[in-house]
């Protein structure tokens, strides 16, 4: 995966210095960046290059101390690096010498409203998340209490029409059909809809149904952490089912495990409402209150109880 300085350029709604650049080839792979200050200093061992470069107030008042043949030498290594491109925060301009030099480097010189820290901060949260390992799987997120809910499922068996059932219900989705999954920290996925289907339903004998145009912008959400799995099966008379949950189950997608429900599938069963019973159950065990292990605590203390009487 990888994004484009346009892209940064976009997202950002940052000013080019350098117009006549075309930004749209140059790639950045990297979610780190670097504020280039031991650089300034002359120091380009271990240089990273191949980050977005981001010059904030002290840089800037740093730059403004410099002797000219001195700038120049400096910035002329800094664009040979090939760097994808130069951030200049708080909206602070370089001087022409500098913006002629990154011209012949071909390294886009950008401008910011944005105060250091906060573009800082977006803008890893963002290549992080661009980034990040991705794969598509077949099956439907939701929100539902704040949870993200990843429902999957052989075709047919009725994901997509809980999922409309729980947006009828206030809940929010994120995606039908096909998942985008990222995995952007050890602990955290995130899941995403292609561009095609966003905000798309398929509903067998209907059709395609726009959720947004339907229930309005409240019923969607763009991205959403999976904080947990439903996987909805045929019921089977021959098959045993968990009816306690003392033991959770977990389901791994990149190397992250995710916390996972099977749940048989009968004529009048209720799916929207199970989705957000285990929801809330989910956000209880979150806070510590399991109720499985409450009812294991009674029926121990109800043991002890009759053998001492």
Request: charged share 30%; glycine share 6%.
């Amino acid at each position: 995966m990888a994004v484009t300085v346009t892209d940064v350029i976009k997202k950002y709604n940052l000013r080019s210095l350098t117009p006549e650049i075309c930004t749209d080839d140059i790639r950045i792979n990297h979610s780190d960046i670097n504020r280039p200050a031991l650089q300034l200093a002359g120091y380009f061992d271990h240089f990273g290059k191949e980050r977005v470069q981001i010059i904030g107030l002290v840089e800037y008042t740093y730059i403004e101390t410099m002797e000219r043949e001195r700038k120049l030498q400096v910035f002329d290594t800094l664009f040979a690096g090939k760097i994808p491109c130069l951030v200049y925060c708080r909206s602070l301009e370089p001087d022409e010498e500098i913006v002629e030099l990154a011209r012949r480097y071909e390294v886009p010189i950008l401008v910011s409203d944005m105060i250091t820290s906060d573009f800082m901060g977006e803008i890893i949260r963002w290549l992080k998340a661009q980034l990040a390992p991705m794969i598509s799987i077949h099956g439907v997120l939701v929100e539902v209490y704040g949870e993200g809910v990843l429902i999957m499922g052989e075709s047919g068996i009725g994901k997509s029409e809980a999922a409309l059932e729980l947006i009828r219900r206030g809940h929010r989705l994120v995606t039908d059909d096909v998942v985008e999954l990222r995995k952007v920290s050890d602990d955290t996925l995130v899941g995403s809809a292609p561009d095609i289907t966003r905000h798309l339903i398929e509903l067998r004998g209907i059709g395609i149904v726009d959720v947004k145009a339907l229930f309005g912008a409240a019923a969607v959400k763009n991205t959403q952490s999976v904080d947990m799995v439903i996987k909805l099966e045929e019921w089977s008379r021959d098959k045993e089912y968990d009816r306690l949950g003392l033991e959770e189950q977990y389901i791994e997608f990149l190397g992250n495990k995710v916390v996972c429900y099977n749940i048989p599938i009968r004529p009048g069963r209720n799916l929207a409402v199970i989705v957000e019973s285990a929801a809330v159950n989910s956000r209880q065990r979150k806070m510590g209150y399991n109720a499985a292990q409450e009812l294991y605590k009674r029926v121990q203390r109800s043991l002890e109880l009759s053998e001492n009487e």
